[in-house]
């Protein structure tokens, strides 16, 4: 039976016809969509069909029906093969960082473009407000994280000084290769270095290395992606084309 519908409603509404998970291959129409379970994707033997099929209609990923404490798997090899929709539980932190920072770009209207061979050197130079630990006097480090094709990191030398730090300038910058720009992401985790020399976490701050060039006040945040009133990182990212 079909049923009338306001033409002018008809109008903003886009139409997705759901469409079964074959086993033998893949068909192309740009109006359908097929969701797969995380654990019922399509295996490596099959990826180079699975980004063909993506670049012609549209998939969906959610989670396995046993995560029941909400935990999370990596969205990134997914993004990789084209899914449009990587669906995860918001109760827990990592990977939604890596989430928001996706689709922060492109005026967080939630479609972004895909990529080339870069390389980016990056600086940790100094820190504003950060929140403390206690009534302690914060020895806040950095830890910088490349998230994506490779998982490269370093960190910088402790400084006691919690409320305004500056760290030396390395003698050799520090060079991260990125394979993907729109779909690798930077990682800044600020921790505090407690009197048994173990890292308690102060803050974070995760974006798109596409989103951040030359000199940037970068907004901390909690695990959670609130935002630390004036709270900040001051990073300077040089991005050049590789080769």
């Not at 079909?2 to 002018?8: D, G, I, Q, S």
């Not at 654990?39 to 099959?46: L, M, Y």
């Not at 492109?106 to 390389?119: H, I, S």
Request: net charge positive; aromatic share 12%.
């Amino acid at each position: 039976k079909k049923a009338e519908v306001a033409m002018e409603m008809s109008d903003l509404v886009v139409y997705c016809q759901p469409r079964s998970k074959e086993k033998d291959r893949f068909g192309y129409n740009y109006k359908e969509i097929r969701s797969f379970v995380e654990n019922k994707i399509p295996g490596k033997s099959r990826t180079k069909d699975f980004l063909q099929y993506n670049r012609k209609a549209l998939s969906r990923i959610y989670p396995k029906g046993q995560r029941v404490e909400s935990s999370n798997y990596d969205p990134y090899p997914l993004w990789a093969v084209g899914c449009h929709m990587v669906a995860l539980n918001f109760q827990t932190a990592k990977y939604t960082q890596l989430n928001s920072a996706l689709f922060s770009l492109n005026g967080c209207t939630g479609y972004v473009l895909q990529p080339e061979l870069m390389r980016s050197d990056l600086q940790v130079i100094a820190a504003r407000h950060l929140p403390k630990p206690g009534r302690s006097i914060a020895s806040p480090f950095v830890e910088v994280e490349l998230c994506g094709h490779t998982e490269e990191k370093f960190k910088t030398i402790v400084y006691d000084n919690g409320l305004n730090p500056v760290w030396k300038t390395p003698a050799e910058p520090i060079m991260f290769t990125v394979y993907e720009p729109e779909l690798t992401f930077v990682r800044f985790v600020v921790n505090e270095e407690d009197m048994f020399s173990d890292p308690n976490f102060l803050a974070q701050a995760t974006f798109p290395v596409k989103g951040l060039r030359s000199y940037r006040s970068v907004p901390l945040k909690n695990g959670y992606s609130e935002n630390l009133e004036l709270a900040s990182l001051l990073v300077h990212i040089d991005v050049k084309q590789a080769g």
